[in-house]
């Protein structure tokens, strides 16, 4: 780690993960009454699974410095909103943004930002709907506003975004041409695949209802 590494900024680092990883259980709990309230309502479940991560500190490090940003605790803390990060995976893209409203409609949870890549997706094919906000975690002498990042996603678009960072790691961010290409074309089909089966379900459930409707 390549912060001022003192006394006294050790313990203020141990502080930053000890809010952070509280911000990550706040959200993660959060998600997961939401997810079983909808299933006690709706006797359905629109969260698959949940992911949690707390950037490392070399990670932080090089986004500062590719920022322009001295490696400071104050930096790290104003300018890098994914230290703390949550990935939500879901069925179907209609999911998305019933989750992603759900949790704007926590009294608790402020909405900083939105950036949607499903509506307009990366030039590498990337899709996923992200949302910066800011949870208060309760220390013993005072209240923390943190932020969280928290990304929503399909199956299938989560396979293909752990797939283009394995080769974009492989080739630290220089992969061929045509390599790129075949990524933004399998983006496609991943595309159409989630619209697909949007539409069978859609029509499930609405053979579903009539079924109930007629008995």
Not at 31 to 58: G, M, S
Not at 93 to 107: G, H, K, L, V
Request: with cysteine; hydrophobic share 40%; proline share 2%.
């Amino acid at each position: 780690m390549e912060f001022r590494v003192n006394e006294e900024t050790v313990d203020s680092w141990k502080e930053v993960q000890l809010v952070y990883n509280s911000a990550l259980k706040e959200i993660g709990t959060k998600l997961e009454i939401l997810n079983d309230e909808f299933q006690h309502v709706h006797r359905y479940n629109p969260i698959e699974h949940i992911k949690a991560r707390l950037k490392t500190p070399e990670s932080i490090v090089k986004k500062l410095k590719k920022n322009g940003y001295e490696s400071t605790i104050n930096n790290m803390i104003e300018h890098v909103n994914d230290i703390a990060g949550i990935r939500v995976i879901c069925s179907f893209t209609s999911d998305i943004y019933r989750i992603a409203d759900m949790i704007a409609n926590q009294n608790d949870i402020k909405v900083l930002s939105v950036k949607d890549y499903i509506v307009s997706p990366k030039a590498s094919g990337y899709k996923s709907y992200h949302m910066l906000v800011s949870v208060p975690i309760f220390l013993s002498d005072r209240i923390v506003d943190t932020k969280v990042e928290i990304q929503i996603r399909t199956v299938a678009m989560d396979f293909w975004a752990s797939l283009e960072h394995k080769i974009n790691y492989k080739f630290e961010g220089n992969a061929p041409i045509h390599i790129k290409e075949e990524l933004v074309e399998c983006a496609r089909m991943v595309s159409e695949l989630d619209n697909k089966m949007l539409s069978l379900n859609e029509e499930v459930l609405k053979l579903s209802e009539e079924q109930n409707g007629v008995r």
